[in-house]
């Protein structure tokens, strides 16, 4: 199975700070990464797949990178609504797994 | 608009049997496949397996094989997540998502339902 790994588990931050989670593969995924949103007692919402193309409707204040094995989602300026767990996912191969997430936290 | 309704909230004993469901609408529910994915408390997101709706081709993740049982009934667009018998450690949420509704090759969850919490105590 590839592993997943997400950094940091959790963070602080102030509106309008920026903000970068990164994810790591255990192998290669070429460009198949998919981020998502979940805020408290709420399903996951599909932010950014692949790897750098926001989906529709998606604030223009997101954005992703990378390939091969190491990406990264940044929020240019971070705005309340944007406090939530991040994930991400590979979806090169099944089993498709997911990061532990990433907790966006109000500093 | 693509709408995944997943059935309520469940309390069951350990042992006990249960099967919860997923019903598409706004979309042509055998042309996209559908996963199931459990989040324990607090925890991450665990993908369970998928289905073809159109074929009732599965697909099971290793830790899940043998201990669910993923279906689909296209004739009522709903897809089903069952267990024979819970244990404790089944307590989550479950959600059910679509596959590639958005379009691209290898495609990732884009629409999710709702989630149903099962709760297995004694």
């Known amino acids: 199975d590839i592993q997943m790994t997400q950094s940091p588990s959790s963070l602080s931050a102030s509106v309008g700070d920026r903000v970068t989670i990164t994810c790591r593969a255990s192998?290669?995924?070429?460009?198949?990464l998919a981020w998502y949103q979940q805020k408290p007692g709420k399903a996951p919402k599909l932010l950014i797949f692949?790897?750098?193309s926001l989906q529709s409707g998606v604030p223009s204040r997101f954005s992703g990178s990378g390939s091969g094995t190491d990406f990264t989602l940044a929020i240019s300026s971070l705005q309340p609504e944007d406090f939530a767990t991040y994930h991400c996912?590979?979806?090169?191969?099944?089993?498709?797994?997911f990061g532990q997430g990433t907790r966006v936290e109000i500093k | 608009e693509v709408q995944l309704a997943q059935s309520g909230a469940e309390v069951k004993k350990p042992g006990e049997s249960l099967k919860i469901t997923c019903k598409g609408s706004?979309?042509?529910?055998?042309?996209?496949?559908i996963a199931w994915v459990r989040q324990m408390p607090g925890k991450g997101l665990e993908w369970m397996g998928i289905?073809?709706?159109?074929?009732?081709?599965?697909r099971y993740s290793p830790s899940y094989h043998g201990r669910v049982t993923i279906s689909a009934d296209k004739s009522i667009s709903t897809a089903s997540l069952q267990w024979r018998s819970l244990q404790a450690t089944d307590t989550a949420i479950y959600y059910c998502?679509?596959?590639?509704?958005?379009?691209?090759?290898?495609?990732?969850?884009?629409?999710w339902g709702q989630g149903s919490l099962v709760t297995v105590s004694s």
């Open positions: 996912q590979q979806t090169e191969s099944a089993p498709w797994t």
């Open positions: 289905i073809d709706p159109g074929k009732s081709e599965t």
């Open positions: 692949p790897a750098s």
């Open positions: 706004g979309y042509n529910f055998t042309n996209y496949w």
């Open positions: 998502a679509t596959l590639g509704i958005r379009g691209g090759s290898y495609p990732p969850f884009d629409y």
């Open positions: 192998e290669n995924i070429r460009r198949y």
